[in-house]
């Protein structure tokens, strides 16, 4: 019963302000946040510690939703959405999301395993055939003291699951040490304009750094996994996700490029001299359009949309009244997928952190404390690399997402603001 209440509350705010077209020109209706369970002054806190940041120069603008029990308890808007032309920040603003694209990406293929079309257990080289005899680059020091890398074979095949999970096996190159790693940036993935397909076909000629199912470590596993969307269904990554999820969501503004001409100007931009990503890579440009759909970082999103998706994840899986994936299946990609048992290691690089565990397609915290982030057992959240973030508290029936465009002051934004509304608390 509880669950039923909580949907129809949801969906009544959602036909408030989160219309199916899209339309969120004006921001939502918002209520008292003592109707919610936060206090007033703690959440204006946001507001203060926001228009400190700008003030000080440390980013152009922002903008932040947090909604509760089906009402929205917070949503503001602060500085411009590009420091160039000064364009004040406005809820029409249109972000690059990074890896906000993946919880997006698994969803979709989420649906294709309720449907009976994919599962979790095969092998992904049923779909991409090129996987199928990868090898795992294992550095080895030679006498002399070079490190060279031996190649040997996987001792299991890579699965959908890991592709979820970030336990394929493959990873990033923009960003950590290694020779797999350096081996990634000298392959130049995305030279010339690769489709998904031939993507797909560069990276399984590289060599692993793990062995499947063994360590979790941050990857392009999703990317990969929207090329298996895209053999499965017959259509593009996009199209499907377009005609699945995204449209009957109403988040018409969310896409890997932004090809209207009319909207290009709601594109937000960092400072100029904040748009190094990791080893050197720069933030790109989502007006010009390329064939590579990056299921794991090149959608653009508004906060409206994004709230919408994550309105939908913490109804467990509806939306005014249409379902998109069962109430079990959220919960399933909610549970820990790399805890005791799962016989996952956390690699040198495990973003989660202390106390919290990956489901699939975004971190799940596991405990109450050990983080020195302030959140509920349970809580869905992933960020992206170019200073967005969400995330869902099923505990409280709430979920806060929060955009703006920056990579130097992203991790710390994220940990304050955070800490801020659970600060908010009332009850």
């Keep these: 019963m509880r669950s039923i209440i909580r949907f129809r509350g949801i969906a009544l705010a959602a036909t408030l302000f989160l219309t199916a077209s899209g339309a969120f020109a004006e921001g939502p209706v918002t209520a008292k946040p003592e109707e919610t369970g936060f206090s ?18 440390k980013i152009p603008g922002a903008i932040m939703m947090i909604q509760r029990n089906g009402k929205t308890a917070y949503f503001n808007s602060f500085g411009v959405r590009d420091p160039s032309t000064k364009e004040p920040m406005t809820p029409d ?15 979709a293929a989420m649906m294709l395993v309720e449907e009976g079309k994919l599962a979790l257990d095969e092998p992904l080289s049923k779909y991409i055939p090129a996987f199928a005899d990868v090898k795992v680059g294992v550095e080895k020091k030679g006498e002399d003291g070079v490190v060279g890398l031996d190649l040997v074979p996987a001792k299991r095949p890579i699965t959908i699951q890991d592709l979820m999970r970030h336990t394929s096996g493959l990873t990033y190159g923009f960003f950590g040490e290694g020779a797999v790693k350096k081996l990634y940036v000298g392959a130049n993935l995305g030279e010339g304009d690769p489709d998904n397909a031939l993507f797909a076909e560069r990276l399984a000629k590289l060599p692993l750094a793990y062995q499947p199912g063994t360590t979790w470590d941050y990857s392009q596993s999703t990317d990969i996994l929207g090329r298996v969307i895209e053999v499965v269904s017959g259509k593009s990554l996009y199209q499907f996700e377009k005609e699945r999820l995204l449209d009957p969501l109403g988040m018409t503004n969310t896409s890997f490029y932004v090809t209207d001409a009319a909207k290009q100007s709601l594109v937000a931009e960092p400072f100029p001299n904040d748009r190094k990503i990791g080893n050197g890579s720069e933030m790109g440009n989502p007006r010009v359009v390329r064939k590579f759909e990056s299921g794991g970082g090149g959608m653009v999103s508004t906060i409206g949309d994004y709230s919408r998706f994550a309105a939908m994840l913490l109804n467990g899986g509806t939306l005014d009244g249409k379902r998109y994936l069962s109430p079990k299946t959220i919960a399933y990609m909610g549970s820990n997928h790399v805890g005791p048992g799962s016989g996952v290691s956390p690699g040198p690089y495990y973003l989660p952190g202390p106390g919290v565990g990956f489901g699939l397609g975004f971190a799940v915290r596991t405990e109450a404390g050990v983080s020195p982030v302030e959140g509920s057992v349970g809580e869905m959240y992933w960020s992206g690399a170019g200073g967005t973030t969400f995330w869902i508290d099923p505990k409280e029936n709430m979920f806060a997402v929060f955009m703006a465009q920056t990579i130097v002051h992203r991790g710390r934004l994220r940990v304050a603001l955070k800490n801020i509304v659970y600060g908010a608390f009332e009850k």
């Design 93 to 107: 603003t249109i972000f690059r999301i990074y890896s906000m694209s993946k919880p997006i990406t698994t969803v």
């Design 40 to 57: 007033s002054t703690g959440l204006a806190r946001i507001d203060a510690y926001l228009k400190n940041e700008i003030a000080e120069n």
